[in-house]
């Protein structure tokens, strides 16, 4: 199962997207979730990340204008990115650990990416 994320697009200095990222199909569990961007040239790196309790941590460029969320019904993770910057476009990619139905095998899935960018 491979996790699907959505809400990229093109916005302008000092403004806000909102990115959410569920699984493609159906699961048994899924424990923590988390956002990581990556820019041209550069290594994928920590936004975010929340466990299934709530607890979060964030890099520290991010901190105090985005916020991590999650709806564990739906196993629906949210990054919520507000005061944005040209220096956060890049492509940001979610990941979780998910607990396979059929087999109860635990794995790290990754999604696909969505492309962020903010330009005037």
């Known amino acids: 199962v491979q996790l699907v994320e959505s809400g990229g697009g093109l916005v302008q200095p000092g403004g806000s997207l909102r990115l959410s990222c569920a699984p493609s199909?159906?699961?048994?569990?899924?424990?923590?979730m988390g956002w990581y961007r990556q820019a041209p040239g550069k290594q994928r790196e920590l936004v975010a990340r929340?466990?299934?309790?709530?607890?979060?941590n964030y890099a520290d460029a991010v901190k105090g204008r985005f916020t991590i969320s999650r709806d564990n019904a739906e196993n629906t993770v949210y990054l919520q990115m507000n005061s944005l910057k040209p220096e956060d476009t890049a492509v940001y990619y979610c990941?979780?650990?998910?607990?396979?139905?059929?087999?109860?095998?635990?794995?790290?899935?990754w999604g696909q990416g969505t492309q962020v960018t903010v330009s005037s």
């Open positions: 990941n979780a650990n998910i607990q396979n139905g059929p087999t109860k095998l635990w794995y790290l899935s």
């Open positions: 929340i466990s299934l309790s709530g607890d979060s």
């Open positions: 199909g159906s699961v048994l569990s899924v424990e923590d």
